[in-house]
């Protein structure tokens, strides 16, 4: 966040907006850069909405800060008057609760990525600290570069920052871009062509995906809880993929089919396999989802 931010406010005033936009669009994008992939990594879900969602958020920051300093300190000499304050905080704390809370209820907020390997982890921070370490390098030279001509034409000089510019927009962004592109790769990244089978934490109950060689997915039984089955799904399918080739059912017991109701509705299932003999329709937890 310290080498990026820094980054992100010289563009951004290069644009002319005022400073306190800029400022908070660039921690914003600082932040979200910076601590991407260990979301999607330890959490398995990614916010869609983040970046606007903070910078809207980091607005109302600064206030808070400072009254929240002052509710304290004045606290210890006037509580009524520490209350006072303390109630002009909660208006910018109240504003900062509901943007989050809004995006947080917008549709598509945020999207399952699923397992990742540490390695893509690991990638994705060399990409990106190679792209701060190559501005850095970029930056001194052209410092230097400036320095040596600075003396003999102004004109050199008005080139050279032209130059520089020119350098971070076409070399710079392309390069953060890369290391966007390396973890989102890594999130939707096929299987290896090998035959796998994953067996679903579900709880009390049995749920089992198993992946073909071809990259067809088929799930056998879906547990008795519908949360519990659609998180599983979530975290071992690729965040887009919302296509179930098959459905098996091998009996219709509760701890077995109750899941299933949500597994129909959140995604599309090509075709359902169930033993001869089962009236799928008065299974209750099918007729209740009815």
Do not use: C
């Given at each position: 966040l310290i080498l990026l931010t820094p980054a992100f406010q010289q563009w951004g005033r290069m644009t002319g907006a005022p400073t306190i936009l800029v400022d908070s669009f660039a921690y914003s994008l600082g932040a979200i850069l910076a601590t991407l992939p260990l979301v999607a990594y330890y959490f398995g879900y990614v916010s869609l909405v983040g970046l606007p969602a903070t910078f809207l958020a980091l607005l109302a920051l600064p206030a808070i800060i400072?009254?929240?300093?002052?509710?304290?300190?004045?606290?210890?000499?006037?509580?009524?008057v520490a209350q006072v304050i303390g109630w002009?905080?909660?208006?910018?704390?109240?504003y900062m609760a509901t943007v989050v809370q809004g995006f947080a209820a917008l549709p598509w907020?945020?999207?399952?990525?699923?397992?990742?390997?540490?390695?893509?982890?690991?990638?994705?921070?060399?990409?990106?600290?190679?792209?701060?370490?190559?501005?850095t390098r970029m930056k001194r030279l052209s410092s230097s570069t400036k320095g040596g001509f600075r003396g003999a034409s102004v004109g050199l000089s008005s080139l050279s920052r032209k130059l520089s510019a020119k350098s971070v927009k076409w070399v710079l962004i392309p390069l953060l871009i890369i290391a966007i592109l390396i973890w989102t790769a890594a999130a939707v990244a096929p299987g290896s062509g090998k035959?796998?089978?994953?067996?679903?934490?579900?709880g009390q109950g049995d749920a089992a995906l198993i992946t073909t060689p071809s990259g067809q997915y088929i799930l056998v039984d879906g547990g008795p809880s519908p949360e519990k089955v659609a998180y599983e799904l979530g975290e071992a399918l690729p965040f887009w993929e919302r296509t179930i080739d098959l459905v098996v059912l091998t009996h219709a017991h509760d701890d077995h089919v109750s899941g299933?109701?949500?597994?129909?509705r959140r995604y599309e299932v090509e075709q359902v396999l169930y033993p001869?003999?089962?009236?799928?329709t008065s299974n209750a937890s099918l007729s209740g989802s009815a």
């Amino acid at each position: 966040l310290i080498l990026l931010t820094p980054a992100f406010q010289q563009w951004g005033r290069m644009t002319g907006a005022p400073t306190i936009l800029v400022d908070s669009f660039a921690y914003s994008l600082g932040a979200i850069l910076a601590t991407l992939p260990l979301v999607a990594y330890y959490f398995g879900y990614v916010s869609l909405v983040g970046l606007p969602a903070t910078f809207l958020a980091l607005l109302a920051l600064p206030a808070i800060i400072v009254l929240s300093a002052l509710v304290g300190l004045i606290g210890i000499l006037s509580v009524p008057v520490a209350q006072v304050i303390g109630w002009v905080d909660w208006l910018f704390l109240k504003y900062m609760a509901t943007v989050v809370q809004g995006f947080a209820a917008l549709p598509w907020s945020s999207m399952g990525v699923g397992g990742m390997d540490a390695y893509w982890v690991w990638l994705y921070y060399g990409v990106l600290g190679g792209t701060i370490w190559l501005g850095t390098r970029m930056k001194r030279l052209s410092s230097s570069t400036k320095g040596g001509f600075r003396g003999a034409s102004v004109g050199l000089s008005s080139l050279s920052r032209k130059l520089s510019a020119k350098s971070v927009k076409w070399v710079l962004i392309p390069l953060l871009i890369i290391a966007i592109l390396i973890w989102t790769a890594a999130a939707v990244a096929p299987g290896s062509g090998k035959l796998s089978i994953s067996f679903l934490d579900v709880g009390q109950g049995d749920a089992a995906l198993i992946t073909t060689p071809s990259g067809q997915y088929i799930l056998v039984d879906g547990g008795p809880s519908p949360e519990k089955v659609a998180y599983e799904l979530g975290e071992a399918l690729p965040f887009w993929e919302r296509t179930i080739d098959l459905v098996v059912l091998t009996h219709a017991h509760d701890d077995h089919v109750s899941g299933l109701v949500e597994v129909l509705r959140r995604y599309e299932v090509e075709q359902v396999l169930y033993p001869e003999g089962i009236d799928y329709t008065s299974n209750a937890s099918l007729s209740g989802s009815a």
